[in-house]
């Protein structure tokens, strides 16, 4: 299973989002699953990638050729694009389910993207697990819903996304989905 997680590349985070991510980490390798990130080696991408090798994950990294010099050497697999647009693209493609761990500008665009491409597609086969740290992601949440409520979105796309409490619960959800391989 591709497990694609979007998450920050900051590293001055708070500490229960730092534990989210390497708890994640280490579910993904205990479950054997296959880390899609955003390939860099800087703050949690780097922490995330470091933690689910040495649990035992594979890693895909897929960056922006302007950020070739922060690849991740951990990666077992570099993937470089053109630009942002095509990473996104990239990452999900490649992903058989979408995490998002606590994150800024980037990891609400990244989930953005992700439910505007199901809508086109009118592809909602897919999940999107929001780690919900702290109720990090209660605002969008709430967004999505009201999105829905006004038929401004698909109820689908707002179902297609849910969140943890936690990164173990998580975990327990990943092992549930019956993903293709």
Do not use: W
Request: aromatic share 6%.
């Amino acid at each position: 299973m591709n497990v694609t997680v979007y998450l920050s590349s900051r590293s001055e985070i708070d500490k229960a989002f730092i534990r989210a991510t390497i708890e994640l980490a280490h579910g993904l390798g205990a479950i054997g699953a296959t880390l899609v990130y955003g390939g860099s080696n800087a703050g949690q991408m780097h922490t995330l990638a470091y933690e689910a090798k040495t649990a035992g994950a594979k890693i895909i990294g897929i960056i922006p050729e302007v950020f070739r010099n922060l690849a991740d050497p951990l990666a077992d697999k570099m993937i470089y694009t053109k630009n942002l647009g095509e990473r996104k693209t990239k990452l999900r493609e490649l992903g058989d389910v979408y995490v998002a761990l606590p994150g800024g500008i980037g990891t609400a665009d990244e989930v953005m993207s992700t439910l505007a491409d199901m809508t086109v597609n009118r592809d909602f086969s897919k999940k999107i697990l929001l780690v919900n740290i702290n109720g990090i992601f209660n605002p969008l949440i709430q967004q999505l819903k009201t999105f829905a409520e006004l038929n401004l979105a698909s109820p689908e796309a707002v179902n297609v996304t849910e969140a943890v409490a936690t990164a173990e619960e998580c975990i327990k959800k990943l092992k549930q989905l019956k993903i293709k391989e």
